[in-house]
């Protein structure tokens, strides 16, 4: 399959543009009612457009319902770029590979973007070939950290200049910091699912048992680790709402960030909004964090699988307030510069201006 033509994105619109009325179409594995940045373009002459996974609930009985409807969603998506100018912009991998298959074939002149391509565990087999065919014909990848673009360039046979880093930008959470904490006393946290070692911080909360940790995280996190009791001193809660987890997240002392290897592209999300609520950081050294922390500055490191070093590191912070002051008001300052929607908004429209000046 041919690669995609290469656009570079221009740093201004200076040149004329023929007004269009420009469609959008998200196509996504998130909430139907989400609209992305949508907000930031009314009255742009543009036509934003969602299409979701979640249209579509089959009961657990139906063979391979999620592959199901992912395929509808696809199909939506297609029939609601129609014809004329139109862009198609996909959040997750499998999006992507379902919106080049079922859109990018129908229509060969679609400009798709793949937003917020990013894997846990990279795929295998037959899935990484067909995603390598597929991913052909998408113009432009965006990833949260440089390491990625190494990594999904080579995995996937795509030039790595067809992948541009970002920093995960989003408004900074909502927190009603009248409202009461969700947990009470003084606590450490730790937040999120991906590519998380709670074993390594389990082993280190032993160490540490004047000191109590928060975790939140998905149920299968823990029932991973059902042979490891989860000491007194650690409090778990799974599934909740996000508005509860941003509400142990904004009373906590600090966050902990511990993940399964050196070289795992995870944590964006929890660490972009702990800077932004101004909480100091420690976590793994990984390439994937290296576009957001550095060490002694807007965060501390320790080594992966070092649960005596994390125990230290988690006691010096703790027994240290101007030190965790500094850290939190350092990653804050980075967060607000670096890690906004404003930024996210800025590149899309840098992106939207050549779909504007190709038709």
Not at 181 to 205: E, F, N, W
Request: glycine share 6%; hydrophobic share 45%.
């Amino acid at each position: 399959m041919p690669a995609a033509p290469q656009r570079s994105i221009p740093a201004s619109d200076a040149a004329a543009q023929r007004i269009v009325t420009l469609k959008i179409v998200n196509l996504s594995e998130l909430s139907p009612q989400w609209n992305w940045i949508s907000a930031a373009f009314r009255g742009a002459g543009q036509n934003w457009q969602h299409a979701s996974s979640q249209n579509f609930n089959f009961p657990d009985w139906v063979p391979r319902r999620m592959t199901l409807a992912r395929l509808l969603a696809g199909s939506q998506a297609a029939q609601m770029l129609g014809h004329g100018p139109a862009v198609l912009v996909t959040h997750g991998p499998r999006p992507a590979l379902y919106g080049a298959l079922l859109a990018g074939r129908r229509l060969p002149d679609l400009r798709h973007l793949a937003f917020s391509f990013n894997y846990t565990d990279l795929p295998t087999g037959l899935t990484r070939r067909l995603m390598t065919r597929a991913l052909q014909s998408v113009e432009r990848f965006v990833v949260f950290s440089q390491m990625e673009r190494e990594i999904y360039s080579s995995c996937f046979d795509l030039p790595a200049n067809r992948f541009d880093m970002l920093h995960w930008g989003v408004r900074a959470p909502e927190v009603d910091l009248n409202a009461a904490a969700a947990v009470d006393g003084d606590y450490i946290c730790a937040l999120g699912s991906q590519g998380r070692d709670y074993k390594t911080l389990l082993l280190a909360m032993r160490r540490l048992p004047r000191l109590h940790l928060v975790i939140v995280a998905a149920a299968g996190n823990l029932a991973k680790l059902a042979n490891l009791p989860v000491p007194a001193n650690v409090t778990v809660k799974t599934d909740i709402p996000l508005a509860q987890a941003m509400n142990i997240l904004a009373h906590c002392r600090f966050m902990v960030l511990p993940l399964i290897g050196s070289k795992v592209p995870c944590g964006h999300v929890t660490i972009v909004s702990a800077m932004h609520l101004g909480k100091a950081v420690i976590a793994t050294e990984s390439s994937g964090l290296d576009d957001y922390i550095t060490p002694q500055t807007t965060g501390l490191t320790c080594p992966a699988h070092d649960a005596a070093g994390l125990a230290i590191a988690m006691q010096t912070l703790h027994d240290d307030p101007a030190l965790a002051q500094r850290l939190g008001l350092a990653g804050q300052k980075f967060a607000r510069k670096h890690c906004t929607e404003e930024n996210t908004v800025e590149y899309m429209q840098r992106f939207l201006r050549i779909s504007h000046l190709s038709h």
